[in-house]
């Protein structure tokens, strides 16, 4: 497919970083795509030639091990995952497995869906492994929080925002996105929540996010890597509270989100950069430097 737009997500960090183990090296970061296909290779039915497509984190899955047949391929035993075990996106071309492929249609820009296919997609399952609370959390409000509190609002909900310290553009932003509060992770909301999600990088935000939840409350780490997590006062899991973390995506979660994106009307945030930028992109992310998503074009 020739990419049209490929979404910068903190993974993409990780795996520059060397954080994930068993990477591919050399590798070409990037899987948030958004391209057209320009070829069709044999055996590939429904799909054409010219069609908008998206290519999302799971590239791949065996379709035989205990957790494919039980219909969680996140968990896969032997899975490729696009820009970490399999090419990505920051190119101006790529191939990928047609069976993981998602079609876009053609309401929105290139831009403005690329930042759905990991952020929306993992903030989406993070979403509904947190349950049906109407009071709930988000630590760190980047490109995944800036989707799913859109969502949770949409739901009903009331969101509350935790930013880094003191980064009170965050927190207008935040707020400017519906959240019913916005603050430090390091201050208690003003009620006690009954799930949060945590998408910042930092341990150290477990044992707060289990302090701010209500007995069987739930926290979600949607993060594929974190700092240690500092130890914590048995009490603070006692009365049922659960702490869960969410891997990838199926195929299934991408068909519901994509479904559900438009009637949402999700509006994304995005910095564009160009191919070449791809390195300042990736520098931005990690000081926080834009709101919402980066998303290079080619
Ligand atoms: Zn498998
Ligand atoms: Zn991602």
Same mark, same amino acid.
């Given at each position: 497919?020739?990419?049209?737009? &490929? ?50 984190w799971l590239?791949?899955? &065996? ?11 996140n968990?896969?035993?032997?899975p ?24 876009? $249609? ?26 049906? $609370? ?31 310290? $003191? ?80 891997a990838n995506l ?49």
């Amino acid at each position: 497919m020739k990419v049209a737009a &490929c979404g910068v997500c903190r993974t993409d960090l990780h795996v520059v970083d060397g954080e994930l183990p068993d990477p591919m090296v050399p590798i070409t970061p990037g899987h948030e795509i958004v391209g057209r296909i320009d070829a069709i290779g044999a055996g590939v039915d429904g799909l054409n030639l010219g069609e908008r497509v998206g290519i999302p984190w799971l590239g791949h899955t &065996c379709g035989t091990c205990g957790y494919c047949v039980a219909h969680t391929e996140n968990l896969c035993d032997r899975p490729l995952f696009t820009g970490y075990t399999r090419d990505g996106g920051f190119a101006t071309a790529t191939i990928a497995d047609a069976r993981y492929a998602f079609p876009l $249609g053609e309401v929105g820009t290139d831009v403005a869906l690329a930042p759905l296919l990991c952020a929306g997609l993992i903030g989406w399952r993070s979403l509904v492994i947190a349950g049906d $609370g109407k009071k709930l959390g988000l630590y760190g409000f980047g490109a995944a929080a800036h989707i799913v509190a859109q969502v949770a609002k949409w739901q009903g909900r009331s969101v509350f925002a935790f930013t880094r310290p $003191g980064d009170t553009a965050a927190q207008a932003f935040a707020r400017r996105l519906g959240a019913t509060w916005a603050g430090g992770s390091d201050e208690m909301p003003p009620e006690s929540l009954d799930a949060a999600i945590i998408f910042a990088t930092v341990g150290s935000l477990v044992p707060l996010a289990l302090k701010a939840v209500h007995k069987g409350g739930r926290v979600v780490c949607a993060g594929i890597h974190m700092s240690d997590i500092p130890s914590f006062p048995y009490s603070l899991m006692w009365g049922e509270r659960k702490l869960v973390s969410v891997a990838n995506l199926t195929r299934q979660d991408g068909m519901d989100f994509l479904r559900l994106a438009p009637r949402l009307g999700i509006i994304t945030t995005t910095t564009t950069y160009s191919l070449n930028q791809a390195n300042r992109a990736l520098a931005d992310l990690r000081a926080g430097r834009f709101e919402g998503a980066a998303v290079l074009v080619p």
